[in-house]
Nanobody
Framework: QVQLVESGGGLVQAGGSVRLSCAASGRMFSSYGMGWFRQAPGKEREFIAAITWSGGSTAHADSVKGRFTISRDNAKNTVYLQMNSLKPEDTAVYYC???????????????????WGQGTQVTVSS
């Protein structure tokens, strides 16, 4: 069982920055691929960013490319999402997720993830 706990959300003005963190339990964190997804009211959950178990490969959705950056620190069992130049349309609940196994490529499909955090709200005011 893997537990994921997100933190760092809150209210921020448009153009501002926020860094989300996702802390994972267990000793096998360095074997998990990790991802960030978000869900706005009335919308489906969407892929934001993913990183392989080693951190060697990342992927970002077109909507956030150049503004958001995923990274991980395996020594701290933590994955991060640095969010810059925030826009009101970035308002959503942000979830981190873990996929087991040392997959060579990033995983962008939500249904392939094995564990999910409970989410953290990010609200961007205009």
């Amino acid at each position: 069982q893997v537990q994921l706990v997100e933190s760092g959300g809150g209210l921020v003005q448009a153009g501002g920055s926020v860094r989300l963190s996702c802390a994972a339990s267990g000793r096998m964190f360095s074997s998990y691929g990790m991802g960030w997804f978000r869900q706005a009211p009335g919308k489906e959950r969407e892929f934001i960013a993913a990183i392989t178990w080693s951190g060697g490969s990342t992927a970002h959705a077109d909507s956030v490319k150049g503004r958001f950056t995923i990274s991980r620190d395996n020594a701290k069992n933590t994955v991060y999402l640095q969010m810059n130049s925030l826009k009101p349309e970035d308002t959503a609940v942000y979830y981190c997720a873990a996929v087991l196994g040392r997959k060579a490529t990033v995983v962008v499909t939500s249904t392939l993830y094995d564990y999910w955090g409970q989410g953290t709200q990010v609200t961007v005011s205009s």
